[in-house]
């Protein structure tokens, strides 16, 4: 193996890193960031409107802060695999909810 | 009121920015010393909190706190603009 | 803060407002603008008068809806301002049998709408989309469905809010490097530039950019929603409810005079009105719904009173809002800052341009960062020359193509079939035009040569007003009408700016350039931050 060859393995390992990071951002931040606004608003108590435009103003945040933590986060599977247990919890949480009480 | 809370938020920034060594060594010639410095900041830091009594006075709890964001970002553009586009006698350059 | 931390949201900074840059800065220009559309509702309709008598207005729009729609399923009708044109009301037609109901499909067509002036009279004014253009492009475009439309400006809009997230984790030290401004210096001065923009307005980037992710909230995250609602309706009739409504009887019943209903509604609420929207007039079973002005509160989710329509008695007062949806009609009120005056619209407006020589000044610098860096200057590659070439299409055509809209609305004969729509095309043909050259000439000579283009057409407009109409400037600070003249100076001082602008670049002497080894460090992609 040359000292080449070492630099475009690294180069490909990163741009590797780079998509896992990407779609830990795009399409798994919004999916773990809808899944938790389902569950904060099966959670929260009181009048059912105004839980679910709470989750609502929430889960916008939660987006953006998945979106950073896909690109902190130690490496691309790390974020990943982090987000993919936020996203499992807010859904079992919320199945659960719509399981028990239903929906209006 | 809007006026006066303006004001505090301009020599706020002003002093902040006297504060920092570039903009201290441009005006006075020198930076500043560990006392000055502390003097200019928190001179300026206290009129930054200043400048919110008389915006809520002004405005009230609602409209008075969103006053007084336009406010800090205002004063903060006119100190910028103070600090950088008038010229002092420090300047070298034309 | 660790380093790996600020290194990795430097990346991300960089490449997030990089691929969105082009749209938002669209969407900035256009927003930005349109804090002033009422204004331009007027200013693009030379013809009219300013409303002094509103409730004139109102008592002109009944008797034309009187006329013309007698039979309508409900009209709509503005409440005429000093600020506005007149009253641009529309009206429902009843639907024929078999046919589809919905509100939204007859909003477009022109056949429904007419405006009254300030006389009471429909007004005889150029066919114009006026400044509504730019509210409605700023987030749902052009010659693309809405829909797409709102989801990419909504894409575009949550990257920028990570952008400036990232943006000030990559930023050491972002307050005490804030009042540093280093001239002629390059890529720092560039990045002083966009660093000082940012900070500057920083509480309104990050309000602006949140807020607007709120008013595209039911379309980006309605999953909470499902998660407690079956089916929209419900949801709805909870969050924005209305007066139960009730079957035309099909007695006919002359309506009241809608001045009495105004004036009544306005007392009741303190404040004064914005819609009326009367349904089944004519009819036994007519309703007056009067809403509350988004001008006088920060909400803008507005108190309504609905009266009967025959004898004026009030039947119905919404309930007022709970804490959350209180909330994010707070945040949609502070995005348009309709409860901003004079002195706060102007804030806005200079902050909205902070925002737009932010994202430019982003776009700019990451090619003048790049270039200082390329091995070969005269080959560089290609991504490099594709955003070079976009961001003198988009950053130097789009001002161009909004100048060009503004002379098309003057100069379009006022016959012509259509005109409203051919004041856009004019837009985007004059951008298509720029872009065009932008991809095939140099950029050296076309930066200048946009601004400049742009710079004349923007001082042109002021002249030709004082020239060619009876509302120039002068005439118009004779009778007190600071809005229009406002607009006026204020094109001719941005087209001063456009052509100081085309002046400096034009004269930038690139310094001498430091040869640079031809292999680029591999980590070139993770910079350090600044």
């Known amino acids: ?104 | 009121m809007n006026i006066v809370s303006l004001l505090l938020t301009t020599a706020a920034f002003g002093l902040l920015g006297l504060a920092t060594d570039a903009h201290h060594r441009r005006r006075f010639g020198h930076c500043p010393q560990a006392a000055q410095r502390r003097l200019l900041r928190n001179g300026g830091w206290l009129a930054l909190v200043g400048s919110v009594v008389p915006a809520i006075l002004s405005r009230g709890w609602i409209f008075g706190p969103i006053l007084w964001a336009g406010v800090v970002m205002a004063g903060a553009g006119i100190a910028f603009l103070a600090l950088n586009v008038i010229p002092a006698r420090g300047d070298t350059r034309s | ?530």
């Open chain 3, 1 to 530: 803060m660790s380093k790996g931390f600020r290194q990795s949201q430097a990346f991300l900074h960089t490449w997030s407002g990089l691929l969105l840059g082009w749209i938002l800065f669209l969407v900035f220009v256009a927003g930005t603008i349109a804090f002033w559309r009422e204004g331009l509702n007027r200013w693009m309709r030379p013809e009219i008068a300013r409303v002094e008598q509103p409730m004139r207005v109102l008592a002109g729009a009944q008797a034309y809806l009187a006329r013309k729609a007698p039979d309508a399923k409900s009209w709509i009708i503005p409440v005429a301002t000093k600020r506005s044109p007149g009253a641009q009301l529309f009206w429902v037609p009843q639907p024929k049998p078999g046919e589809e109901r919905g509100r939204g499909r007859s909003r477009g067509r022109r056949d429904t709408q007419a405006l009254i002036g300030a006389d009471g009279q429909v007004a005889q004014a150029r066919e114009t989309r006026g400044g509504e253009f730019f509210y409605r492009f700023h987030f749902d475009l052009h010659y693309m469905p809405v829909i797409w439309a709102r989801w990419l400006v909504g894409f575009a809009t949550m990257v920028m809010l990570v952008a400036i997230i990232s943006g000030i984790v990559t930023h050491k030290k972002i307050f005490k490097d804030f009042f540093t401004l280093r001239r002629a210096r390059g890529q720092r001065s560039w990045l002083d530039g966009h660093n000082a923009t940012a900070v500057l307005a920083l509480p309104f980037h990050l309000m602006i950019t949140y807020t607007g992710l709120v008013t595209l909230m039911t379309l980006l995250m309605p999953w909470a929603v499902v998660a407690n609602y079956t089916d929209q309706k419900t949801v709805f009739a909870a969050l924005f409810p209305t007066a139960a409504a009730i079957e035309r009887t099909g007695r006919p019943a002359p309506l009241i005079d809608l001045r009495r209903i105004a004036t009544d509604a306005q007392r009741r609420l303190g404040a004064p009105a914005s819609f009326i929207e009367v349904s089944d007039p004519g009819d036994a079973a007519a309703r007056v719904s009067v809403s509350q002005s988004a001008n006088s509160m920060l909400s803008s989710r507005t108190p309504q009173l609905t009266y009967d329509g025959v004898t004026g008695r009030l039947v119905w007062r919404s309930p007022p809002p709970g804490a959350a949806a209180e909330t994010a009609g707070a945040m949609v009120g502070l995005h348009a800052g309709r409860f901003a005056g004079n002195g706060g619209r102007w804030l806005y407006f200079l902050c909205g341009i902070a925002g737009t020589l932010m994202i430019a000044s982003g776009l700019v610098l990451w090619t003048v960062k790049r270039r200082e860096r390329l091995p070969d200057p005269t080959r560089p590659h290609v991504g490099f020359r594709v955003v070079e070439r976009l961001n003198v299409a988009v950053v130097g055509g789009f001002p161009l193509g909004i100048a060009c809209f503004f002379c098309a609305n003057r100069l379009l004969p006022v016959t012509l079939h259509a005109r409203a729509d051919w004041e856009v095309h004019m837009l985007f043909i004059a951008w298509a035009l720029a872009a065009a050259i932008a991809f095939v000439a140099r950029p050296a000579r076309v930066w200048p040569s946009l601004f400049a283009a742009t710079g004349v057409l923007l001082v042109a407009l002021p002249v030709y007003d004082v020239v060619a109409t009876d509302r120039g400037l002068f005439a118009m600070l004779a009778i007190g009408d600071l809005m229009i003249a406002g607009i006026d100076a204020t094109m001719a001082l941005f087209g001063i700016a456009f052509l100081l602008l085309a002046r400096r670049v034009a004269r930038h002497r690139p310094a001498a350039r430091r040869v640079r080894s031809a292999r680029t460090a591999p980590a070139a992609m993770l910079e350090p931050a600044e």
């Open chain 1, 1 to 104: 193996m040359t000292a080449g060859d070492g630099h475009a393995r690294a180069r490909w390992a990163r741009r590797g890193d780079i998509a896992l990071r990407v779609v830990a951002a795009v399409p798994l931040g919004y999916a773990t960031a809808s899944l938790w606004a389902m569950a904060i608003a099966r959670l929260l108590p009181g009048d059912r409107a105004e839980a679910s435009v709470t989750a609502s103003l929430v889960a916008l945040a939660l987006c953006a802060i998945a979106a950073i933590w896909a690109f902190a986060a130690r490496s691309g599977w790390r974020a990943i695999w982090t987000l993919a247990v936020a996203a499992g919890l807010a859904a079992a949480i919320a199945w659960i909810s719509i399981d028990a009480t239903g929906r209006v």
